[in-house]
Nanobody, 121 residues
Framework: QLQASGGGLVQAGDSLRLSCAAS????????LGWLRQAPGKEDKFVAA????????HYTDSVKGRFTISRDNAKNTVYLQMNSLKPEDTAVYYCAAITKGSYSTVQDYDYWGQGTQVTVSS
């Protein structure tokens, strides 16, 4: 199971760090991603990290502002979000992917519960 936390209401320009804790299963075997769903929109890819943590991928809109990382000893993946913008407002989900493309939302196999991030202007 995956459980995201750390969301909240912030102002534009602020920072937040999301965490996603895993229980059960072999956390360190999985590549992981953060996905988000803005109000009235489809789920979108945000960032992904491979099982060992040495390869990361980002959607263009968050490059240079967001950083994904993981601590396999703690079974946790993080998303550090800096310079937040109102368009980052969404429910953020962490998910595991076993095959396919990181940027394809439908390729993620196991999803956790989301955490709401709201950025006011």
């Amino acid at each position: 199971q995956l459980q995201a936390s750390g969301g909240g209401l912030v102002q534009a320009g602020d920072s937040l760090r999301l965490s996603c804790a895993a229980s059960g299963g072999s956390f360190s075997r999985y590549d992981l991603g953060w996905l988000r769903q803005a109000p009235g929109k489809e789920d979108k890819f945000v960032a992904a990290i491979n099982w060992s943590g040495d390869t990361t991928h980002y959607t263009d809109s968050v490059k240079g502002r967001f950083t994904i990382s993981r601590d396999n000893a703690k079974n946790t993946v993080y998303l550090q979000m800096n310079s937040l913008k109102p368009e980052d407002t969404a429910v953020y989900y962490c998910a595991a992917i076993t095959k396919g493309s990181y940027s394809t939302v439908q390729d993620y196999d196991y999803w956790g519960q989301g955490t709401q991030v709201t950025v006011s202007s």
